[in-house]
């Protein structure tokens, strides 16, 4: 599937009512999961353990 065409699927996914927020909230969702899917397929990932010690540094 194209990325024009993955475009129109979420959009017509949404519903006729759909403000024009909704729909770029429903697109910016789409491309983080995406983004997301890719980088554990490229193994670029951290333990859950290694993100709790990073949110803790945050914290501080």
């Known amino acids: 599937m194209t990325d024009k065409e ?3 699927s979420v959009v017509d996914a949404q519903p006729d ?3 024009y927020d909704e729909i ?5 969702f789409e491309r983080m999961v995406e983004r ?3 980088d554990s397929r490229a193994g670029r990932t951290i ?3 290694e993100m709790g010690n990073r949110i803790r540094l ?3």
Do not use: C, H, P, T
Not at 24 to 28: T, V, Y
């Open 17 to 19: 009512d759909a403000s």
């Open 36 to 38: 997301g899917l890719s």
């Open 58 to 60: 945050w914290r501080e």
């Open 24 to 28: 770029l909230r429903e697109l910016a």
């Open 47 to 49: 333990s859950n353990e």
């Open 6 to 8: 993955r475009l129109r």
